[in-house]
């Protein structure tokens, strides 16, 4: 009993090792290959697992995505909501180092993340089961937001806020400063502290 516990959990500890590995491949291929020029077949072969695992574990090309998308911006968690939390502002008392912490994970996650948002938006144009996963990826983001400016704001704000907080940590703001302006990702980190804090302040 004791020896095939320890097998299933072992094969369950090289299941996630190989859908770690895919959502990797996968990541490092959309981001350089776009969308259609992506399949599922150059996914497995680079690797080294079978298509039909890689179509199985993931449910399709959308699915694969969404899980190199997660893989790249926050280590393959599919639990924005828990990412977030593992950062404790609840626990931390003072409102600007709550902020510091804020800025720190939305730069980290937005470094990895932006070479595959055109990926995302090309894709959705092409596959509806893409479009319904961004989509729930919007809302998880709105989540978010409010989740933010429950935690940051010094008092009561406006029905606003929250749209705005939503707006500033899009991946499409951190490109078009970084990508289209040119800016460093320490200008940007310094411009949404700015920004978010004169948000948060103005209620």
Known sequence: ??????????????????RTRVAEV????????????????AVAAEA??????????????????MAAFRQASFG???DLPGVFAELRLEDEPDLDVRLDRLVDFACAS??????????????????????????????????TAREVVRLLAP??????VVDEVY?????????????QRGWSTERYAAWLRRSLR?????G
Not at 198 to 202: G, T
């Open 167 to 179: 707006v500033l940590t899009l991946a499409e703001t951190y490109l078009a400063f970084v990508q």
């Open 76 to 78: 393959g968690s599919t």
């Open 26 to 41: 996968a990541a490092a291929l959309f981001a350089e290959r776009g969308w259609v020029g992506t399949t599922v077949a």
């Open 110 to 143: 937005l470094v990895p993340m932006a070479p595959l948002v055109p990926v995302m938006t090309a894709g959705a144009e092409h596959d509806a089961d893409l479009r319904r996963l961004v989509r729930a990826a919007e809302l998880g983001h709105a989540e």
């Open 198 to 202: 004169a948000v948060l302040d103005s």
């Open 1 to 18: 009993m004791t020896a095939r516990r320890y097998d299933t959990t072992r094969r369950q500890a090289a299941a996630q090792e190989r």
């Open 155 to 160: 008092g009561p704000v406006g029905d606003d």
């Open 48 to 65: 080294g697992v079978s298509t039909e695992l890689v179509t199985k574990a993931f449910d399709g090309k959308p699915g694969l995505f």
